[in-house]
């Protein structure tokens, strides 16, 4: 019954769904493409066998590619379908593996709509990234026979309280998930309190420990840096949102009274903020280069990254990380990318999306958590101890090798999967 009354609440707001698409579309024009994909109306595959991948947007996208990359070297044969929400998400999926997968928007949560994809992708198994739940894909999944496995889910306190409030549509979600891989034991407990029968759990651990360095990444970083200036101390601000760059342009004043070479980099977390982001830094009386228009920014104060998918490049050139998305209450971005290439990281106060990762590198000193009021003096005092920068880098790269694994296990998972379901 609460399903019934989900789906027909779902469907009345679809116009408004729409019409919020085509408004986003203003700044992001991905939002009008495409648009009958998000009704299930994709190209159909020939024959079934699909392994079907959900990664919402591109930070999902990022963290599955390790797990995408081995699916398609084990299963050559079969056709791997992933799914994205957003144009930027999207956009990575194209960029990451072009042509060797199929692609497009995740439908709305409709059963007309989940009939006609599952109709025309015939998966024999969906890869669900994180935790991506809906009631109609779930129930249609299950009416279907196509097994669900819910990869590298995590669950904060918050989020848990969320689900506990929709009980009645909660519970069944979870009851008709073949199996569920967490990231943490908290986060599978999280899952049991709502309903999830502990059969079907297994801690994985983190996928995003799995994080792979592309060959020639060094030599990349210290071509960007010598462009930069090499022997400028570089501070970086990585999957910023609204408020945050205000923040670190504040601290920068302060800054380069004491290092006058000093850089910063901002790198805005969602593109159409590139624009305002840049208008800001020049009303502020910064000098400014960007990265789209490949000034070396040798001259520069601040230097924005209106890129897509080049994160790893720009942190490897970094010597301070400070990550985006917890100096504001958006939960915080992943700390493990700057971690892995040996870089200090420092987290605001707001990082419940990787609660459990950022007390572990806390823990061991290879992130420090600071506020709004005291990042200014926090980032100085990196900047004047070498030694203590290097000394948190290395904890957290050793922190991330002694947790890689995740792929593996999760591979497993969907063989498993793809057994149980063979016909």
Partial sequence: MARLGYTVFLTLITPILLARLWWRGRKNPGYRQRIVER?????????????????????ETLAAAPLIEQLLRQYPQRTIWITSTTPTGAAQVE?????????????YDLPLCWWLFLRRTKPDCLVVMETELWPNLLACC?????????????????????????SALTRPMLQRLTHVAVQHQVDGQRLLDLGLP?????????????????????????????????QRPVVLLASSHDGEESLMLAAMTSWLRRWPELLLVLVPRHPERFGPVAQACLEQGFTLAQRSTQAPGNDAQVYLADSMGEM???????????????????????????????????????????????????????????????????VALLLDHPEQRQQMGLAGYNQVQQNQGAVARLV????????DNAH
């Fill in 198 to 230: 502990p059969s079907r759990l297994s801690v994985c651990g983190s996928i995003k420990y799995d994080v792979v360095v592309p060959a020639g990444l060094d030599e990349q970083a210290a071509a960007l840096k010598q462009g930069w200036g090499k």
């Fill in 412 to 419: 497993a998972n969907v063989a498993t999967l793809l057994s």
């Fill in 39 to 59: 009704f299930g109306a994709v190209t159909p595959l020939p024959h079934r066998g699909a392994i079907w991948v959900h990664a919402v947007s591109v930070g």
């Fill in 312 to 378: 790893l490049l720009l942190l490897a050139a970094a010597d301070v990380v400070v990550m985006g998305g917890s100096l504001v209450p958006r939960g915080g971005h992943n700390p493990i990318e700057p971690a892995v290439l040996g870089k200090p990281v420092l987290m605001g106060p707001h990082y419940f999306n990787f609660q459990t990762v950022v007390d572990e590198l806390v823990d061991i000193g290879a992130v420090q958590l600071t506020t709004a009021v005291t990042l200014a003096g926090d």
């Fill in 142 to 166: 299950q009416q279907r026979g196509v097994p669900v496995l819910l990869a590298n889910a995590r669950l904060s306190e918050r989020s848990a309280r969320g689900y506990a409030r929709l």
């Fill in 95 to 107: 960029r990451l593996f072009g042509d060797r997968v199929r692609r497009s928007f995740m439908p």
